[in-house]
């Protein structure tokens, strides 16, 4: 984050003479209260400063680097995951690739009459379903598609950075986003979101815009 001029200076004073209050810092500036607070609010916010009560503001000593990765660590699933684009489990590798042309996605997941999921369809599992010369409304996606507990999940409070990691280590397109319930003692997954290298991708752009407030 880029600071500007006379955050750089308020910054400078807290490093020498703090703890210390806003109106010192404002005297300091010749500047009120009321004027420097705007700034002083960004910087606290953005982890350069923190202010105690009745104490003042200190320099955290954190550098830009380290508040970067702070921020990154922060964005969370839930806050970016997009709906889930699902299919039965009964569909045909047809039904689906017609699914996922409509819903414009690039990997669908595949759910139970009780919308529990069960599997994992990508663009290449249906291309390679689809190189034989079998009749494609005739071929079940349960037969193709990866199937519990082989898919990669995440839960809404994991953080985006663990969901990239994932991404690249199992060279993935996307996850779906779960809840574990228990159901007659065994777990089943609610699918509630998805989340693939598009999400991840806006994450990223809205750090670069707005990582005060990350
Ligand atoms: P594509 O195959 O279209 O490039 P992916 O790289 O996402 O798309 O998928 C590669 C393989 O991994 C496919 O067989 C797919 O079924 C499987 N797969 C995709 N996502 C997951 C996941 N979250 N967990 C486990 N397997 C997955």
């Given at each position: 984050m880029e600071l500007n001029e006379r955050q750089e200076w308020i910054?400078?004073?807290?490093?020498?003479n703090g703890p210390?209050?806003?109106?010192?810092?404002?005297?300091?500036?010749?500047?009120?209260?009321?004027?420097?607070?705007p700034d002083l609010a960004i910087l606290t916010m953005s982890g350069f400063l923190d202010a105690?009560?009745?104490?003042?503001?200190?320099?955290?000593?954190?550098?830009?680097?380290?508040l970067f990765n702070e921020r990154m660590k922060k964005l969370t699933v839930k806050e970016f995951q997009s709906i889930p684009v699902v299919?039965?489990?009964?569909?045909?590798?047809?039904?689906?690739?017609?699914?996922?042309?409509?819903?414009?996605?690039g990997t669908l997941f595949v759910v139970n009459k009780k919308a529990h999921l069960v599997g994992i369809l990508s663009r290449k599992d249906l291309l390679r379903a689809?190189?034989?010369?079998q009749d494609l409304e005739a071929?079940?996606?349960?037969?193709?598609?990866?199937?519990?507990?082989n898919v990669t999940t995440c839960k809404p409070s994991d953080s985006m950075l663990e969901v990239a990691?994932?991404?690249?280590?199992?060279?993935i397109d996307g996850l779906p986003v779960v809840r574990e319930v228990k159901e007659?003692?065994?777990?089943?997954?609610?699918?509630?979101?998805?989340?693939?290298?598009t999400n991840i991708t806006k994450a990223f752009v809205y750090l670069a815009n707005n990582d005060i407030h990350a």
């Open positions: 910054v400078s004073i807290v490093k020498e210390i209050t806003g109106e010192k810092i404002a005297e300091k500036l010749s500047l009120t209260r009321a004027t420097l607070r105690r009560p009745r104490v003042g503001y200190y320099y955290t000593g954190k550098t830009g680097g380290q299919v039965n489990e009964s569909a045909s590798v047809y039904d689906a690739i017609c699914t996922m042309f409509l819903e414009d996605v689809s190189m034989g010369k071929v079940p996606i349960s037969i193709i598609m990866t199937r519990m507990p990691n994932k991404l690249i280590s199992k060279q007659n003692d065994t777990t089943v997954h609610e699918l509630i979101g998805r989340v693939t290298k």
